[in-house]
């Protein structure tokens, strides 16, 4: 029988983690009679046994909250800065699941928190994963929670953006998050009527950009919305990663794979602003006034969607009720509408991104919006 559960929030924090924490310990507390040990902070509070008892009072009022009661951290268990050194911390975390008797420890997070999930399952844990981010790029889900109250922020934003570009007769560079997919942009871009939206997954010619914006001047329409999802790339950008990534897949030794994987790591850090520079060269090329938005982690806060509440007590209901089953080592995933337990080696690793012939991409094009190609 399960009878004590941990649950803990890792990575960054999104709408609807309360709703889930709440939709998995009420159901687990009060239809189970399950025993529910909050740790704080992500992996960090698990390595440090950093807990809090949730009880009824806890989940009382937190389903609208943004933001996570347990409160995340991008600690990985088999790396974590402690008292400025780097230690592996597998061993403290098995410990603390030991000590509290645990039968099964709940993690809530992204991509990698899925990985970092993976590596307590191989170190023998009883775990079980729910799909959050507002990038939507977890593999083997068609949804994560936390992308549509984003994807809301993004599209008013885009709204709001529409009639001061109009006004000054401007381009308006607008960057969403996503991380290196391009889900968001594409949405938001969709929903907001965005005359260009460029995505990671199709790399720009600033130039193409800069004769898609003439051809709108040359109709008469002159202000223009560019939605860039922050991963975006030019095409010569996107070729060195290319080149770099197939380096590292044909490395020998495991030194150099960390070598080249560092190397790309740098590459994509050294990328983050690089919206600036294509605002300036698409004012430069079309001769328009350019202003660039970074909409950052407004797109993150705040009470959740609708629609996001319910997917997220939905997914911690049902959590409940695989802990329940003893079903362990899976994720919870929603495919073709329905929820799914995939094994969280399948996810660990892979990364959704938004597939090149996409119906979204093309309906994109039939309403005369740019890709930058
Ligand atoms: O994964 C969610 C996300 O918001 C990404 O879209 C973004 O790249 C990243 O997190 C930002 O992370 P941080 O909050 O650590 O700056």
Known sequence: MTQHIGVLTSGGDCPGLNAAIRGLSKAAREHYGMRVTGFLNGFRGLAQDQTVEIDSAMLSGILTDGGTILGTSRDKPHRMNIGGKMLDMTDAVVATYQRHHLDALVCLGGGGTQKNALRLVEAGLNVVTLPKTIDNDIALTDRSFGFDTALQIATEAVDRLHSTATSHERIIVVEVMGHRAGWLALEAGIAGGADVILLPEIPYDVEKIAAAIRRRTQCGKRFSIVVVAEGAMSTA?????????????????????????????????????????????????????????????????????????????????????????????????????????????????????????????????????????
């Open 237 to 373: 950008d996107a070729a060195e990663v290319e080149a770099m990534v197939n380096a590292r897949d044909q490395a020998e030794s495991k030194k150099s794979r960390a070598e080249f994987s560092a190397k790309l790591q740098n590459f994509h850090d050294e990328h983050v602003g690089q919206t600036i520079n294509l605002t300036r060269k698409l004012e430069q090329l079309t001769g328009q006034e350019s202003r660039l938005t970074i909409l950052g982690h407004l797109q993150r806060g705040g009470t959740p969607s609708a629609a996001d509440r319910v997917f997220a007590t939905w997914l911690g209901t049902a959590c409940a009720e695989t802990l329940n089953a003893r079903n362990f080592g899976v994720m919870l995933a929603l495919q073709g509408g329905v929820l799914k337990h995939v094994p969280i080696s399948e996810v660990a690793g892979n990364k959704r991104l938004v597939p090149l012939d996409h119906p979204l991409i093309a309906s994109g094009r039939l309403v005369g919006t740019s890709f930058g190609d």
